[in-house]
């Protein structure tokens, strides 16, 4: 496996300092017995303790092990190792210490094992349709619930909803979660939360409420709903697609170009988002998901060309989608693939809206767009309209690299903003 | 308002206060809904839904906005790729300690400055953020900033001060035409006002005080004749002889402190007069120097600022000869006994009389007489500063390697500049290694080391590493990070060749 750079060992730390910590390490002093093969970096290193920490690294995952009692994840001692390795300090070594192939035997095995389950329960379709079935009972009883309780909510109306205490919320919330509704229980907390934090709360909560009154009537129409729009309403109420499920369905190779890639953290779950075109236009984006001390994915660095296949789950464009294997290859390009202006991009948020009312995210590859204040908050701009940007963008950086000039920008549209993640200059391409 | 748009707000009014209350409206004809028969809370929510959809998908995009103007053309070209990777290291993930950080930093940009390069764009806000909560780094930004730099602080109120020209920075502003505006302002003001303008310009803040001495308080008399000392010439004599005759007491103090340091003036001549009176050479086999203490002083000894005796107050006549040996020239010492200052201390038998020349010395900031009495074995650590600075090195080198007690190493290793003279170094490193190591020393020296410690004492901070008590963790700590100093010291310079 090629090497990474430092940044990709930068982005998998769980948080600066973790990082700074790693630094220090990262020097040959306190490293005994290290060694990389194609998929394992490991190494001995001297803490304070008598016993040397054993660390290793599983690359593909990627996947951390540490001796030491650290909870932050990856551990100083995994980053540190990493650095080494990024470096070239590390080398090739035939024999894997005895510490790190144990380690990623047991891993190969317990990965081994839910693959086999599955394919052991397959074999009984009769069990598998009647837990379907008891599956969607749940759920259909948990949406006409829920339409009860918003029948109720609307009677009363907004005023009155907003002198609850959360647990109104929360308690609607969990009964969606029993029901197997999970998505729909995430929207009602959120909706318990900002009902109060914000200035135009009527306003937001008649179009949360008529949102989840779209949502569970396109529920209840499923039957007469094509493979597409039946997606779209799974993902609504929360009925995921498992991987191993898309895995092997519409695969399409690459190569793909990163357009941008964004990391969010909720303080529950961590999230990334990596936006990828094709050669064709098509826009895809990967999700990656971890919990609390848990580690993304590796990030792919913007601009770059993979060449990798990319499963693509069903629902309407943009697509969601999974790389089938780590990506390799990566070519960097500096031509920002769909260049559009604005409001091209307004238009096709319309469009999007008219499918499927409840998205709201949007890829925009914006063709020389500007930067330009608005009293202390700053727009995006281009000839034919502008946007505010959103909360915690950039700001500075994209006004660093643009120098005020039209520059190509990709991001997201949401809710009415614009959240740049990354710039395409004439020559490089920096992810914000 | 159309149609839809009333029935948007109609909507909305029903939500507000319930289907219940308030019959939802009739959607107009263009939006085609039919739900007539359903219960009102559903023909609210319906109309809710479309409501959502309507109002997102409808929603136009805002005009265009007024660019702001650009940022003007590079002339720099960027750092490369190493040195780059340098600073965004120690911004974003400082391998080093805060204070070695902030001293790598400038030192990036003074490099980055001489070899004619620019910080890349994509560092500037982070580089700009870092600065602005640092004076040190703020003073190193200049042209390695490039023309986007400049451009980007002009723009966020936060880095607004980052690039001040010089006159503009806080503390050391003067304004052109203090000196008209200095009758009026209010006496803290004057006070600061007059500090600086005479930094600015010495003469001309004599005069003003001259011309203004009768009409301004005592007060702001006494603060503006201790302000006297930078630029303190022979032409502020006339100035302070006047001072002495002041009614008020803080006035006159004040003027004899600032005469103290004029060894030239005619006050200190008369000084000189007084001490020659009490000074008498003896001895045959050693020559040594006796010392008298004075006589009650008369009223122009007082008026040169000694002490004046007071009904009922039984005074030291040593006090009077303490502020006789401070004011008068150091010369006069020389003078009567024909001998160098080191030979003329050893002729001293008094400590008292040591003591108060002592502190002559440092009154007159005396480089010569400074380096007689460290010889002469004057342990006051503030003769170091005096001292020129191999010797000064040399005599802490001396200080560290003998006894540290009763000494404020700790103060006298943080204000010796940086980096150490290997011999100081060595000589730290000897002293907080080994069984018989300083703990107390260590303790003092282990902040320090990082940033004092030279590049060619590797070979002995290795060595020092397997030797360090059990417990000193953090001269561990400090020594390894020396070391990884170094080693970032370097390829900082190798980035730049």
Same mark, same amino acid.
């Given at each position: 496996?090629t090497?990474?750079?430092?940044?990709?060992?930068t982005?998998v730390?769980?948080?600066?300092s973790?990082?700074? +910590?790693?630094?220090?390490?990262?020097v040959?002093?306190?490293?005994?017995?290290?060694?990389?093969?194609?998929?394992?970096v490991w190494g001995?290193?001297?803490g304070s303790g008598k016993?040397?920490?054993q660390v290793?690294?599983?690359?593909v995952?990627?996947?951390?092990?540490?001796?030491?009692p650290?909870?932050?994840?990856?551990?100083?001692?995994?980053l540190?190792?990493l650095?080494?390795?990024?470096?070239?300090?590390?080398?090739?070594?035939g024999r894997?210490?005895?510490f790190a192939?144990e380690?990623?035997t047991?891993? +190969?095995?317990?990965?081994?094992?839910?693959?086999?389950?599955a394919t052991?329960?397959?074999?009984?379709?009769?069990?598998r349709a009647k837990?379907?079935?008891?599956?969607?009972?749940r759920m259909d009883?948990?949406v006409?619930?829920?339409r009860?309780?918003?029948?109720?909510?609307v009677?009363g109306?907004l005023?009155a909803?907003?002198?609850?205490?959360y647990?109104?919320?929360d308690?609607a +919330?969990a009964?969606l979660?029993d029901?197997q509704?999970?998505?729909?229980a995430e929207r009602v907390?959120?909706?318990?939360?900002q009902?109060h934090?914000?200035?135009?709360?009527a306003?937001?909560?008649?179009?949360?409420v008529?949102?989840?009154?779209?949502?569970?009537?396109?529920w209840? +129409?499923?039957?007469?709903?094509?493979d597409?729009d039946?997606?779209?309403v799974?993902?609504?109420?929360?009925?995921?697609?498992?991987?191993?499920?898309?895995?092997?369905d519409?695969?399409?190779?690459?190569?793909?170009?990163?357009?941008?890639?964004?990391?969010?953290?909720?303080?529950?779950?961590?999230?990334?988002?990596?936006?990828?075109?094709?050669?064709?236009g098509?826009?895809v984006?990967?999700?990656?998901?971890?919990g609390?001390g848990q580690?993304?994915?590796?990030?792919?660095l913007?601009?770059?060309r993979l060449d990798v296949?990319?499963?693509?789950?069903?629902?309407?464009a943009?697509?969601r989608?999974?790389?089938?294997?780590?990506?390799?290859g990566?070519?960097?390009?500096?031509?920002?693939?769909?260049?559009?202006?604005?409001?091209?991009v307004h238009a096709?948020?319309a469009?999007?809206l008219?499918r499927?009312?409840?998205?709201?995210?949007?890829p925009?590859p914006?063709?020389?767009?500007?930067?330009v204040p608005?009293?202390s908050?700053w727009r995006v701009?281009?000839?034919t309209?502008?946007?505010?940007?959103?909360?915690g963008?950039?700001?500075?950086?994209l006004?660093a690299v643009s120098?005020?000039?039209?520059?190509?920008?990709?991001g997201?549209?949401e809710?009415?903003?614009f959240?740049p993640?990354a710039?395409?200059?004439?020559d490089?391409?920096?992810?914000? | 308002m159309?149609?839809?748009?009333?029935?948007?707000?109609?909507?909305a009014?029903?939500?507000?206060?319930?289907?219940a209350?308030?019959?939802?409206?009739?959607a107009?004809?263009?939006?085609?809904?039919?739900?007539?028969d359903?219960?009102?809370?559903?023909?609210?929510l #319906?109309?809710?839904a479309?409501a959502?959809?309507?109002?997102r998908a409808g929603?136009?995009l $805002?005009?265009p906005? &007024?660019?702001?103007?650009?940022?003007?053309?590079?002339?720099?070209?960027?750092?490369?790729?190493?040195?780059?990777?340098?600073?965004?290291?120690l911004?974003?993930q400082?391998?080093?300690s805060?204070?070695a950080?902030d001293?790598?930093v400038?030192?990036w940009?003074r490099?980055?400055?001489?070899?004619?390069l620019r910080?890349?764009?994509?560092?500037?806000?982070?580089?700009?953020?870092?600065a602005a909560g640092r004076?040190a780094?703020?003073?190193a930004l200049?042209?390695?900033l490039g023309?986007r730099?400049?451009?980007?602080?002009g !723009?966020n109120?936060?880095?607004?001060?980052?690039l001040?020209?010089?006159?503009a920075e806080?503390?050391?502003a003067?304004?052109l035409?203090?000196?008209?505006?200095?009758p009026?302002?209010s006496s803290a003001?004057?006070?600061t006002?007059?500090?600086?303008?005479?930094?600015?310009?010495?003469?001309?803040a004599r005069?003003?005080?001259?011309?203004q001495w009768?009409?301004?308080?005592?007060k702001?008399r006494?603060?503006?004749v201790r302000?006297?000392g930078?630029?303190?010439?022979?032409?502020?004599? $006339?100035?302070?002889?006047?001072?002495l005759?002041?009614?008020?007491?803080s006035?006159?103090?004040a003027?004899a #402190?600032m005469?103290?340091?004029l060894?030239?003036?005619?006050?200190?001549a008369?000084m000189?007069?007084r001490?020659r009176r009490?000074?008498?050479?003896?001895g045959?086999l050693?020559?040594?120097l006796?010392v008298?203490v004075p006589?009650?002083?008369?009223e #122009?000894a007082v008026?040169?600022?000694?002490t004046?005796?007071?009904r009922?107050?039984?005074?030291?006549p040593t006090v009077w000869?303490?502020q006789?040996v401070?004011?008068a020239?150091?010369?006069?010492?020389t003078d009567?006994?024909?001998?160098? $200052?080191?030979a003329?201390?050893k002729?001293?038998?008094?400590?008292?009389?040591?003591?108060?020349?002592?502190?002559?010395?440092?009154?007159r900031?005396?480089?010569?007489?400074?380096?007689?009495?460290?010889?002469h074995?004057?342990?006051d650590?503030r003769l170091?500063?005096?001292l020129?600075e191999?010797?000064?090195?040399?005599?802490?080198t &001396?200080?560290?390697?003998?006894?540290?007690a009763g000494?404020?190493?700790?103060?006298l290793?943080?204000q010796a500049p940086?980096?150490?003279?290997?011999?100081?170094?060595r000589?730290?490193?000897?002293?907080i290694q080994?069984?018989? #190591?300083?703990?107390? !020393?260590?303790?003092?020296?282990a902040?320090?080391l990082?940033v004092?410690?030279?590049?060619?004492?590797?070979?002995?901070?290795?060595a020092?590493?397997?030797?360090?008590?059990e417990?000193?963790?953090?001269?561990r700590?400090? !020594?390894?990070e020396?070391?990884q100093?170094?080693?970032?010291?370097t390829?900082l310079?190798?980035?730049?060749?």
């Open positions: 496996m090497r990474w750079s430092a940044s990709q060992v982005e730390a769980p948080d600066a973790s990082m700074a +910590a790693a630094r220090k390490l990262a040959p002093g306190p490293w005994r017995e290290t060694g990389c093969s194609d998929v394992l001995q290193c001297q016993t040397p920490y290793s690294v599983d690359l995952g990627p996947a951390y092990r540490c001796s030491c650290s909870r932050k994840f990856p551990c100083k001692h995994a540190a190792l650095v080494l390795w990024s470096e070239g300090v590390i080398d090739e070594s894997i210490a005895a192939d380690w990623a047991q891993r +190969a095995e317990r990965a081994a094992t839910p693959a086999r389950g052991g329960r397959a074999p009984d379709p009769a069990a837990r379907l079935e008891q599956r969607l009972a009883a948990g006409e619930d829920f009860l309780w918003l029948a109720d909510l009677r109306g005023a909803a907003r002198t609850q205490p647990s109104y919320w308690t +919330a009964r979660v029901a509704l999970p998505a729909l907390r959120e909706a318990g939360s009902v934090a914000r200035r135009e709360w306003a937001y909560l008649l179009s949360e008529g949102r989840w009154w779209t949502i569970s009537s396109v209840q +129409a499923r039957e007469r709903l094509d597409v039946l997606a779209e799974r993902v609504a109420v929360g009925w995921a697609q498992s991987s191993e499920e898309v895995r092997d519409d695969v399409r190779p690459g190569p793909w170009t990163v357009l941008g890639a964004v990391r969010t953290d909720d303080g529950k779950l961590q999230q990334q988002r990596t936006w990828l075109a094709h050669d064709d098509e826009v984006a990967v999700l990656d998901f971890a609390y580690a993304l994915a590796v990030p792919q913007s601009g770059a296949d990319v499963a693509r789950y069903p629902g309407a943009p697509r989608a999974l790389f089938r294997d780590p990506p390799t990566a070519e960097p390009v500096t031509a920002l693939p769909g260049r559009t202006s604005l409001a091209e096709e948020a469009r999007l008219g499927t009312p409840w998205r709201e995210r949007l925009a914006l063709a020389d767009v500007r930067l608005d009293g908050q701009s281009d000839a309209g502008s946007l505010p940007l959103a909360d963008s950039p700001v500075w950086t006004l120098g005020g000039e039209p520059v190509d920008v990709f997201e549209v809710a009415g903003t959240r993640l710039v395409w200059l004439d490089q391409v920096v992810g914000l | 159309s149609s839809v748009d009333q029935w948007l707000a109609d909507v009014t029903s939500a507000l206060v319930g289907s209350r308030r019959e939802p409206p009739p107009p004809d263009v939006l085609a809904l039919d739900a007539a359903e219960p009102a809370e559903h023909r609210l #319906a109309s809710a479309v959502d959809a309507l109002t929603a136009t $805002p005009p906005s &007024d660019a702001v103007l650009a940022a003007a053309a590079e002339v720099r070209p960027p750092t490369g790729d190493r040195a780059t990777q340098l600073l965004t290291l911004l974003t400082s391998p080093v805060r204070q950080r001293e790598l400038v030192e940009l490099l980055a400055d001489e070899a004619g910080v890349p764009w994509h560092l500037l806000p982070v580089l700009l953020d870092f004076r780094v703020a003073e200049g042209a390695q023309e730099g400049r451009w980007l602080v !723009l109120e936060a880095w607004s001060d980052l001040g020209d010089d006159a806080p503390g050391s003067v304004e035409d203090w000196v008209e505006a200095w009026t302002m003001e004057a006070v006002a007059f500090a600086l303008g005479r930094r600015a310009d010495p003469a001309a005069d003003l005080l001259e011309a009768s009409t301004v308080s005592a702001l006494a603060d503006a302000a006297l930078p630029g303190l010439s022979a032409a502020d004599e $006339p100035l302070l002889e006047r001072a005759d002041d009614r008020a007491k006035v006159r103090e003027a #402190a005469l103290d340091r060894p030239g003036s005619a006050r200190a008369r000189a007069d001490l009490l000074v008498q050479v003896r045959t050693v020559r040594h006796e008298d006589d009650t002083p008369d #122009a008026r040169d600022g000694l004046a005796p007071a009922g107050v039984a005074l030291a000869l303490s006789v401070r004011a020239p150091l010369s006069t010492w009567i006994t024909g001998r160098s $200052p080191a003329t201390l002729m001293v038998r008094d400590a008292d009389v040591l003591g108060w020349i002592t502190e002559a010395v440092l009154d900031r005396d480089t010569d007489w400074a380096v007689a009495c460290v010889d074995g004057i342990p650590q170091l500063w005096l020129p191999e010797r000064r090195a040399r005599l802490l &001396d200080w560290v390697t003998g006894s540290t000494r404020d190493l700790r103060g290793l943080t940086r980096p150490w003279p290997d011999d100081l170094g000589a730290v490193l000897t002293r080994g069984e018989k #190591a300083d703990a107390s !020393l260590g303790h003092a020296a902040p320090l990082p004092a410690l030279g590049p060619r004492l590797a070979p002995e901070i290795n020092a590493l397997s030797r360090l008590p417990d000193a963790g953090h001269l700590r400090a !020594l390894t020396t070391l100093l170094h080693a970032f010291r390829s310079t190798e980035a730049f060749r």
